[in-house]
């Protein structure tokens, strides 16, 4: 399976500025999506990237507020933008090869 | 949409007996299914997977899961219980009707005692 580094692995950041993590992969994908984990809760997705198009966002999650690039079949990032503690979360990407899902290993974000 | 549901956010046991963490999803569709682990300030591993054919699973570290489709459950278990199975631990559907994208469940934190 592909092999995810993620970076930064962790950051803490004033409110009011952006953050940008990035994703790179080992092999070449189609779909790359990015997750959030809150505090204590599980996995929500943000966006599923492709390739070539403009990043699908899920309900209640904006791209001025998390634009998502995707130059490449084995890159992309999320900017985390105008922070606010509310924001302070673990962040993922991740990765679909024939229904096998790898993760990265997590960004960690703080926010004061 | 399709939606995860796993009964019972924090799971104890005694190391050495059985883990049961239970997870039910809502499809019309078959999905495919999954259990990943997460351990302390760690990224999430994946422990086993349902596609098609058997309906048990058998993962790492000793768990296994069966896809019931009449219950559309997908448990997971483990025979018997190490101290270091302690971790969180995600249920996980794709396919069906929402495509390729990866839904979660609540998550479970399973505590194993001495």
């Known amino acids: 399976s592909a092999v995810i580094s993620q970076k930064p692995s962790r950051d803490i950041c004033q409110r009011g500025t952006s953050l940008t993590i990035q994703c790179q992969v080992d092999s070449q994908v189609t779909m790359m999506f990015w997750y959030r984990q809150q505090p204590g809760q599980s996995l929500t997705l943000i966006a599923t990237a492709n390739q070539g198009s403009e990043a699908t966002y899920e309900s209640g999650f904006v791209i001025d507020k998390f634009p998502i690039s995707r130059p490449n079949l084995t890159f992309s990032t999320l900017t985390v933008s105008n922070m606010s503690p509310e924001d302070s979360s673990i962040y993922l990407c991740s990765v679909d090869e024939k229904r096998t899902y790898t993760f990265g290993s997590g960004t960690r974000l703080t926010v004061v | 949409a399709q939606s995860v549901t796993q009964l019972g956010s924090h799971v104890s046991v005694s190391e050495g007996a059985l883990v049961l963490l239970r997870c039910n999803y809502s499809s019309s569709v078959p999905p495919y299914l999954f259990w990943y682990v997460q351990y302390p300030n760690q990224g999430l591993q994946l422990l086993l997977k349902y596609t098609t054919g058997a309906t048990l699973v058998k993962g790492i570290n000793g768990f296994e899961a069966e896809f019931k489709k009449s219950e559309t459950s997908f448990h997971l278990t483990k025979p018997s219980a190490h101290m270091s199975d302690a971790a969180e631990y995600f249920c996980?559907?794709?396919?069906?009707?929402?495509?390729?994208?990866?839904?979660f469940g609540g998550g479970t934190r399973l505590m194993v005692k001495p």
């Open positions: 996980a559907v794709s396919g069906g009707n929402a495509g390729n994208m990866l839904t």
